[in-house]
Structures are given as C-alpha cells and as structure tokens.
C-alpha cells in the first residue's frame, strides 16, 4: 500500500521516526541502521516501507534503502519471525553480513540479535539460503556469495574455516575470508594466509 515516505522529519528516537507529508505524520519503527541514517529533525527524508496489517494494529516499518526493505520482507517470510524480530535483526547485522550469514550458515551471529535464539536463527538460515541471493545491492559481491557457499560444502576450505572459527573468528567472515583464496592450497596455507588477511 505505501511504498515509500517522503517528507519532513519531525521526530526520531532510537526507534522511531515520524515523516510529516501533506500534512500528516507517519510514525514508522525503524532498525537502528536507519536511525543512524536518519538526517536531523526537521529535515527531508525518504523512508522506503513495509505496512503490516493486524487484527488489533496496523503499522508501520521503514527503511534508509531498499536492500534492507527487501531484507525485512524476507525475514518476516520465515515461519516464526514477525515485524519486531525482523527488525531486531537487521538492528544487529547489515544486509551484507545478514545475507553473509546466510550464504555461509552461520546461525551463531544471527543470534546476537535481541530475542532471537538459535532454533529461529537455524531457520532463518535453513528457510533464506535459497533466496538471500534475490537480494541486490551491498558490499558483497555475488562471486563471493557463491566463494562463501562452496567453503561450506566440504574440504580443505572447510577445515578452514572450522579452525578459523574455533580461533573465535566468525564462521561468515572465515568463509568469506577463505572463499577469497585459492581452493585448492592445503588446510594449513588456506589457515595461514587468512589469518594474515585478518591480521591487516
């Protein structure tokens, strides 16, 4: 129904913003990422939006950019996963490192998000990695989204990458990382050269 907002803002807070158009305010919850992203009260902005309509409610969501509109409109596709833990998520992590997570299975980072605990994180992963890759946009290319799901199947990279991550780095920053080099070195050089990228 409202496909995006513009107009002046005239009231944030961590969570909230209102956009004053034609007159009328529109109170939208937004991702910490977007208030971050926000410009000072009483300035233009646009907010792209999602509208959820309940029995009781009907709200509104909005978004600094599309990428993480679309991103939303995937998590609250998962059984389980409403408005406000969709929200809390895409709080903690990026589109990229969110569509990261996915691509390389790590349900662990997801995890951090406000009231997510692992079973919905296992979903999240398990119900998305074939449609994360929809999404456009971002800092991660689709060659190492495509690196970081063969690091996740099965050999040297592999290893890897459960070494990497039993050192305490995160498992979808070791895939990417090990997605980056040249498959075909042994454990301990694909081992080596990481920790070397991780070091700079």
Known sequence: MFYSLNG?????????AVVECGGVGF???VTLSTRASLPEVGK???LFTHLAVREDAMELYGF????ELDCFRLLISVSGIGPKAGLAILSELSPSKLKLCIASGDAKSITRAQGIGNKTAQRVVLELKDKIGTISGGDISNADMQAVGVVSASGNAADAVSA???LGYPQSEA???VGRLDSTLSTEELIKQALAKFMR
């Open 164 to 166: 990497l991550v039993s």
């Open 8 to 16: 002046k803002l005239i009231y944030a807070d961590v969570n909230t």
């Open 175 to 177: 895939s990417l990382v």
């Open 27 to 29: 109170k939208c919850s």
């Open 64 to 67: 600094y950019t599309q990428e």
């Open 44 to 46: 233009n902005v646009t």
